[in-house]
Structure formats: structure tokens, C-alpha cells
């Protein structure tokens, strides 16, 4: 990819496996769990929300993204909290110069501690520079000379 302006960062946030519920000062409580998608601590993508049993929300969302030179992508583990609001239960971070691809599990961490493991694909879009009007174009006629056999 040439340059910032080239290309989009995509992602597939598959599930999760082992998301360890914080607790409540009354009782564990699972009210579901939403990723937070940033690229360097802006957010970009907020998944709806998942219930799950046993710590293995499904989400299956994708996302495009626009891609302007940021360093990393970090996908946030929330849980919904008796008082409905949002609880961050841990996060993790790709380096996004020099992916290519990726498609694993990565491990979510809180202070330090493993706190469930979160299954995601990231990689590019190319953006053409030109449109299709203008490749055809280039390549000598009109657009609708082209279109014609």
C-alpha cells in the first residue's frame, strides 16, 4: 500500500471465549457484552450488544474503516452493568504498520491479568485512485465506447 490516504484498515470481531464477568458489589452479573473498536484511543465501531453464557459472546460484525496512518487498532471488552451502563472488562492491541493480515484469537488483558481471549480478523482495503470512468479513459476512447461491443 502506498501512502495514509490509500487504503482502509477492515475488521471482523468473530467472538469471544472465556470473557470473565466483573462482579457487582451485590452478585456476578452478565447484562451482555459489546467491543469497542479503536484506532490509537479514538473510537471507531462500538458492536451491538451480545448476551452470552459462559463468556463466549458471538458478535460476527465487520466493519471499513478509514485508515489515516494511526498505529494501532485496540478492540475493548465492555459488559453491561446492573445500572446499565457500559464496564470495560479488559482490552487488547494490534500494531497496525507492517499487518498484513490477521486472523487469531488475541488475548484480553486487565491490569495485567488474562481476563478472556477475543477472536477478530484485520486487514486492508486498497482504494483505486481513479474511477472507473477515468481508468477506461486512460486506456484511450470514451467510457461508453468501452461499454459497447
Not at 452478565?30 to 490509537?40: A, N, P
Not at 470495560?88 to 494490534?94: D, F, K, N, T
Not at 480478523?121 to 476512447?141: F, H, K, N, P, S
Amino acid at each position: 500500500p502506498a501512502g495514509p490516504t490509500s487504503r482502509n484498515v477492515w475488521f471482523k470481531i468473530v467472538e469471544g471465549d472465556g470473557i470473565r464477568a466483573q462482579r457487582t458489589c451485590f452478585r456476578q452479573f452478565t447484562g451482555g457484552y459489546s467491543i469497542s473498536v479503536r484506532l490509537d484511543k479514538i473510537e471507531v465501531h462500538r458492536t451491538a450488544l451480545a448476551l452470552a453464557r459462559g463468556g463466549a459472546p458471538e458478535f460476527g460484525e465487520s466493519r471499513i474503516v478509514p485508515y489515516s496512518d494511526e498505529s494501532l487498532i485496540e478492540f475493548a471488552a465492555l459488559q453491561r452493568t446492573p445500572w446499565r451502563t457500559m464496564a470495560c472488562i479488559g482490552s487488547a492491541a494490534l500494531a497496525l504498520r507492517g499487518l498484513d493480515v490477521f486472523d487469531g484469537a488475541i488475548e484480553l488483558r486487565a491490569l495485567d491479568k488474562p481476563v478472556g481471549s477475543l477472536r477478530v480478523q484485520v486487514g486492508w482495503q486498497t482504494i483505486a485512485a481513479v474511477t472507473g470512468a477515468e481508468l477506461l479513459q486512460r486506456a484511450g476512447g470514451s467510457p461508453t465506447d468501452r461499454l459497447c461491443l
